[in-house]
């Protein structure tokens, strides 16, 4: 008689010999399916509770959370047919890098992603600037930052470029410093002209008190004296007052009687002597 794995005939026999193993690895496959639906759903009502963490990064951690499960009741129930998980391991662990090396700028993007999720620069619902690149946020997700441009156009950009990317969040700035500059006439009265403009900073309630606004003489231009106007808002505040002292910082400067001189050139065309001209060769 040769010795060797004995052949099973039928299906009976089969459920025979392998019946407690089959049961065994049903038993935990359910028990793994549940305990992983129960995980899930446990990370979400925790993410929920604890704010510091954003709502954003809740659904990825429960599908981690659930996918970890899963993955431990495969090997387990693998291990109740006498697979040697080891070696599955070790093909798992070189298909994963293979994929990964062909992948590795989608791996970076989630990556990336899930460092913006934990530190958080910015939130949705954020004015920002990336650089370079102004908007509201409107999504973080795993692969890619969605934002609105202030003029209404949806902007795309991927999580490692946003990752290594300057970062500006005018949302939570604290206050914002607007500077805009005025050029007056060298014949105008530079102090009234400081009186008048502080007079409209002033009468802005948008503009903060503190620090205080300040108008100041910056540059001796070749036809103008340019005026440094500084002035502080809070962030929703800073286009409207801007906009808006714009306009009245004109019309301030018009009812003085004070002139915002326009760019000029003088051009000098020298007149031709007829007595110079060539005669005709003969």
Not at 115 to 121: A, K, Y
Not at 210 to 232: F, G, H, M, T, Y
Request: net charge neutral; hydrophobic share 45%; no cysteine.
């Amino acid at each position: 008689m040769e010795q060797g794995i004995p052949t099973l005939s039928t299906p009976i026999e089969l459920l025979r010999s392998q019946g407690a193993s089959v049961a065994s690895a049903l038993i935990i496959a359910v028990i793994g399916w549940i305990a992983s639906v129960w995980t899930a759903r446990s990370v979400r009502a925790l993410g929920k509770k604890w704010t510091q963490i954003d709502l954003t990064l809740v659904p990825v951690l429960a599908s981690l959370s659930r996918l970890v499960v899963l993955t431990v009741t495969a090997m387990a129930v693998l291990e109740r047919f006498g697979v040697d998980t080891k070696s599955l391991f070790a093909v798992l662990g070189a298909a994963g890098l293979t994929i990964g090396l062909a992948l590795k700028d989608t791996l970076s993007d989630v990556a990336s992603g899930l460092v913006l999720l934990v530190l958080r620069p910015f939130d949705v619902g954020d004015a920002v600037e990336i650089d370079g690149t102004a908007g509201v946020v409107d999504a973080i997700d795993v692969f890619q930052t969605k934002l609105t441009s202030f003029d209404g156009v949806p902007i795309t950009l991927p999580n490692s470029k946003v990752r290594s990317a300057k970062i500006q969040n005018f949302t939570r700035a604290r206050r914002r410093r607007m500077d805009l500059t005025i050029g007056v006439s060298y014949s105008a009265d530079i102090a009234h002209a400081i009186t008048s403009l502080r007079d409209v900073l002033s009468n802005e309630p948008r503009v903060l008190s503190e620090p205080a606004p300040s108008v100041d003489v910056v540059e001796l231009a070749d036809q103008k004296i340019n005026l440094l106007v500084r002035a502080w808002t809070l962030p929703e505040d800073f286009f409207p007052a801007r906009l808006e002292l714009t306009r009245h910082l004109k019309e301030r400067l018009d009812a003085e009687g004070i002139v915002i001189p326009m760019p000029q050139r003088e051009l000098h065309i020298p007149r031709r002597d007829p007595e110079r001209r060539s005669s005709p060769s003969l």
